[in-house]
């Protein structure tokens, strides 16, 4: 029988935790470890139970959680009130599968377990991976197929915060948001695609117009 997905939730508020842990524990393969209110008992609950899989927040009594990520060396996922581009970055940078801004609905984070759990899978395998499995883990982990108001990915949620109001090319969000143009562009394209985003053509003197993103109404 497969082991299942040990998951411990660091949160301060009690209520939350429980929350979380009763979404966690609905899900097949999953089970949750007693929660950790601060970062001193994430820590030993980390040395103690070996978990697989860290969801965390922002704001602890006695730190920063993006730190505890960070340093941990294990698969996390932020949940958080926090919705600043720069605490976004740093919980990316930290090494953050994914990250779900406060409040949220259930499924929102139903479906980054399950995602995180076929991606496991796929990256569990015992003989050499093919380049196709690794694309598809890379999908599961980092592409969200629900609606935007509920399954926002971290990186779309970082693009938005970055564009705010003003006009902005696809490289010009790229450098300020710290990613590839690549990514930015495919990221782009699909918030365009579900109207969070317009995309407006500025013709210049000579060559192909160019693309500006704006926010509806800006």
């Known amino acids: 029988m497969t ?20 979404i966690v ?19 030993t609950a980390i040395r103690r139970d070996a978990p697989d899989l860290l969801l965390v927040d922002v704001y602890l009594p006695d730190g920063d959680g ?14 958080s009130a926090a919705s600043d581009a720069p605490t976004v970055r740093r919980a990316l940078r930290a090494g953050a599968l994914s990250y779900i801004i406060k409040p949220f609905e259930r499924r929102a984070l139903v479906e980054r377990l399950d995602r995180y759990a076929r991606a496991r899978n796929l990256l569990a395998e015992d003989r050499p991976l093919t380049q196709e499995s690794l694309d598809r883990a890379f999908a599961l982990l980092h592409v969200a197929g629900e609606p935007a108001s509920v399954s926002r990915t971290a990186t779309e949620q970082l693009i938005l915060s970055t564009l705010g109001d003003a006009e902005s090319t696809a490289t010009e969000i790229a450098e300020e948001a710290g990613l590839s143009r690549a990514t930015a562009q495919r990221h782009l394209a699909a918030l365009a695609g579900r109207g969070e985003i317009e995309v407006r053509l500025r013709y210049g003197t000579t060559g192909r117009p160019e693309h500006l993103y704006v926010r509806p109404g800006g």
Request: glycine share 6%; aromatic share 4%; hydrophobic share 45%.
């Open 3 to 22: 082991e299942p997905i040990r998951v411990l939730i660091v949160d301060d508020d009690f209520r939350v935790a429980d929350l979380h842990r009763d």
């Open 25 to 43: 524990d609905e899900r097949p393969g999953f089970a949750t470890l007693p929660p950790a209110r601060s970062m001193g008992e994430a820590r």
């Open 66 to 79: 993006i730190d505890l990520v960070r340093s941990a060396g294990l698969d996390a996922i932020v949940l």
